[in-house]
């Protein structure tokens, strides 16, 4: 049986009805995901202007704490400023500089910066001070003693150091004064020693041994009484570094054993019979 046959201007009309419905729809469809990216867009630039927003006050918010911070950081150092009254001797050049470090990034500030400058003052005259005080450290030299006594009794008349370091700087200045007298009262000490014990110096007797002990005693105590009585001067052998570690290992050696000295006991003798005071 044959089909019936379907009029080719009949399929053009139903073909042209199909796309028309198709073209619609698809327009509508344009429409629609068109009112949604404008929407998305909407949405966005609203969101990214609340964050910007945010952002702006977030940074308000920490500059106005990094700012509490640093005057919170600033006053404390303030509080913590070392006490520049006291003798140089009591200063820390480590802890100064620390100090003076932890102050420079607020150096703007006047009152940092003025305390910055008299900690940096203060250093520079205790520097100078221990510089002063080198004599004492190494065996007397006549030159350098005196060099020191006369540049400590000028940094004595300084206007602006404290009592407490105009003192420690006269005191100083004495000690360095004494110095040549201490190696003489050692000397002779050290010498008298050597005579009075030398015809003992071969025994081994225990007895031997106590009896040099009080020789010794003896012999230092009559000339620390002597010196007392006269210009006292054997008290500053502890203030003379240099001096000091030396005659106290060989005091307690010769007030303990007398007759048996050790090396290192016989090189510190030999340094301080060997410094020239002439």
């Not at 910066?113 to 001070?129: G, H, K, M, W």
């Amino acid at each position: 049986m044959k089909r019936p046959l379907i009029h080719t201007p009949l399929i053009l009309l139903l073909l042209m009805c199909c796309t028309a419905t198709v073209a619609q729809r698809d327009k509508a469809e344009l429409k629609r995901l068109k009112a949604e990216l404008d929407s998305c867009r909407t949405a966005l630039v609203a969101q990214q202007q609340q964050d910007s927003a945010l952002i702006d006050s977030l940074r308000n918010e920490l500059q106005a704490l990094s700012a509490f911070r640093d005057e919170f950081v600033k006053d404390k150092l303030l509080k913590s400023s070392p006490d520049l009254t006291l003798p140089c001797s009591q200063a820390d050049d480590a802890s100064l500089a620390s100090f003076l470090h932890r102050l420079n990034p607020f150096r703007s500030d006047s009152l940092v910066d003025s305390t910055a400058i008299s900690v940096e003052r203060y250093r520079q005259l205790c520097q100078e001070y221990n510089q002063q005080t080198a004599p004492l450290n190494s065996p007397y030299d006549k030159s350098l003693a005196k060099g020191a006594f006369d540049r400590l009794l000028t940094m004595e008349k300084q206007e602006d150091i404290s009592t407490a370091q105009a003192i420690e700087f006269h005191h100083t200045a004495v000690v360095l004064s004494k110095y040549m007298h201490c190696v003489r009262i050692i000397q002779d000490i050290i010498k008298t020693i050597d005579q009075q014990l030398e015809p003992y110096l071969s025994s081994t007797s225990a007895d031997t041994q106590t009896f040099c002990i009080e020789l010794v005693n003896n012999i230092v105590n009559k000339i620390k009484t002597n010196e007392q009585a006269d210009n006292p001067r054997y008290k500053y052998i502890d203030e003379i570094p240099y001096l000091a570690q030396r005659y106290n290992a060989y005091l307690n050696c010769m007030t303990s054993t007398p007759l048996n000295m050790p090396a290192e006991v016989q090189a510190a003798k030999n340094d301080l019979l060997n410094i020239k005071i002439d």
